[in-house]
């Protein structure tokens, strides 16, 4: 007999209804064993209006199957075990993020484990045509906040560019630029990342519903991240330029907002009127013959033994990162640095400079001389037991914060202390001291478990590896710097804070490891 005759309709349709049923108390299981990063998620779509579409994520991604239905009736669900080796490299992935710290991956991780559950009941086929409503799930994710810096940089650049192609005088200072008529800045509210997700996000959908060709579908993300991008550029010029010419009586406030959102409507209303035009259909096939032949029982107990093995390998992956996350570490004495190392020497003045920082009762925050009448200030963040919001590796953690200061990255540089050479990450500050501004060169980097770093994700990497061996879990947030001395060049203050970092670091290196109990 022909294969594709050999499951007969009232066959398939019995395996379709055990797979829906399979999925669907596989998916409930997830969500409950993995509720607290379902909550986080929610939370933040809740919170955060950048990430409010996270809601819809998962009705959308059902309705899109539920479109594809007709086309889905000429497929038969087969399991496949061997993609067990997908979800066990997820769950493994949930578990380091979970005990490093790391939101976002933990959230991706869970997203992976689900859509890698629904591949093994369903079968290689069949995710492979509804691949799409599976993977929009990962939209679900509340993810880009590392895109906003550069975002930012571009608004800053296109705008200034724009600003002085109309023949306004501008004057730019890292993401501030003055004109005649005022001052203007460019905040995270001015990035332009709500338009980009929210455009990538329609842009797939659209992309998906719309076309068939892959090139046709590709090309439509690709405008979707393009236009949003340089329309936010456009926005910011126009919002500055109503500003300039009406004496900064209009698109100042709240108003200016309004504008955005009106105009990136426009935009996003041409794109998709535009991209209709090439708007193709597809006739769903007849049959599709299976991978693999199953009797109906065989394919039964298959899908319920698999679902059976996601769930209780879900069940010892949680257990597991909870046992290792339960195990403590304490401070067993203060963080004690020596009253002078080399030539300099602590004094007892208020620092020059304040910085945002987690929460933490292990705090340093010292002021030192050297023997030439230079200045260095250090200050450290300590957090022997790193979790979610209390730990070293965090944003929250910077040099300054709110509209205290004006604060400018460098390139990463390399600085040597003791025996060692390490990268530190390089930044310009300009803080308001009584009245005045003064600058000063600042370097931060992160001591995680031992090992300093200045990459963030290199850390958190050693964070979740560090828990499981040699068992540490303290992390700190480590910044130095030295005021730039009038006119003088980088470079000359460059070699001051390296002959602070080459004195002090060893001895703090050794103050930290001490008191967590740790020293040699």
Not at 461 to 486: F, N, Q
Request: proline fraction near 4%.
């Amino acid at each position: 007999m022909d294969r594709a005759l050999a499951v007969t309709g009232e066959l398939k349709s019995t395996r379709w209804q055990t797979a829906i049923a399979a999925n669907a108390v596989t998916a409930i299981a997830l969500f409950a064993v993995f509720y607290s990063t379902v909550a986080s998620m929610v939370h933040i779509w809740y919170r955060t209006g950048t990430y409010a579409h996270g809601f819809v994520v998962l009705p959308i991604s059902i309705w899109l199957i539920w479109k594809k239905r007709a086309h889905l009736a000429a497929f038969v669900p087969v399991p496949n075990a061997g993609f067990l080796v997908p979800l066990g490299l997820s769950l493994v992935l949930w578990g380091l993020s979970r005990l490093a710290g790391v939101l976002v991956i933990e959230q991706l991780a869970l997203v992976a484990i689900v859509v890698s559950s629904s591949v093994t009941l369903l079968g290689w086929q069949i995710a492979k045509f509804i691949a799409f409503p599976l993977l929009f799930l990962f939209f679900a994710v509340p993810m880009g906040e590392d895109l906003v810096p550069s975002l930012m940089e571009f608004t800053a650049s296109f705008t200034v560019w724009a600003v002085r192609l109309s023949g306004v005088p501008v004057y730019r200072d890292g993401l501030w630029f003055s004109l005649p008529t005022g001052n203007w800045s460019v905040v995270e509210a001015c990035s332009g990342i709500r338009y980009l997700i929210a455009s990538i996000t329609l842009g797939v959908m659209y992309a998906y519903i719309t076309y068939h060709a892959l090139w046709k579908r590709l090309l439509f993300v690709l405008l979707s991240v393009l236009v949003p991008i340089i329309a936010n550029g456009v926005r910011a010029y126009m919002i500055v330029m109503i500003g300039h010419l009406s004496e900064m009586k209009y698109a100042v406030g709240i108003d200016h907002l309004i504008y955005g959102w009106i105009f990136f409507g426009l935009v996003m209303f041409l794109l998709f009127w535009i991209g209709s035009f090439w708007q193709e259909d597809e006739e769903p096939p007849r049959h599709v013959i299976p991978s693999r032949q199953f009797g109906g029982t065989a394919v039964r107990r298959g899908m319920w033994g698999l679902s059976a093995t996601i769930i209780c390998a879900s069940l010892l992956t949680t257990s597991l990162v909870g046992y290792a996350a339960s195990k403590g570490q304490e401070v067993v004495s203060p963080i004690a640095l020596p009253d002078s190392v080399g030539d300099w020497t602590r004094i007892d003045e208020p620092t020059l400079w304040q910085p945002t920082h987690l929460q933490t009762p292990y705090v340093v925050n010292e002021r030192y001389l050297s023997a030439t009448g230079n200045e260095a200030q250090l200050f450290l963040s300590l957090y022997p037991n790193q979790q979610q919001g209390a730990e070293a590796i965090n944003p929250e953690n910077r040099a300054i914060g709110g509209k205290v200061g004006r604060l400018k990255m460098l390139q990463s540089g390399q600085a040597e202390w003791g025996n060692q050479m390490a990268t530190v990450r390089r930044q310009e500050l300009r803080a308001g001291i009584n009245g005045s501004e003064t600058t000063h060169l600042v370097w931060q980097w992160y001591r995680i478990a031992g090992r300093n770093f200045a990459n963030r994700y290199l850390g958190k990497a050693w964070e979740a590896i560090a828990r499981l061996y040699p068992g540490r879990m303290d992390g700190a947030w480590i910044a130095i710097s030295t005021p730039v001395i009038g006119t003088e060049a980088i470079a000359d203050t460059e070699k001051r804070l390296a002959d602070f970092a080459r004195a002090m670091i060893p001895e703090l290196d050794r103050a930290i490891d001490a008191s967590m109990g740790l020293s040699d």
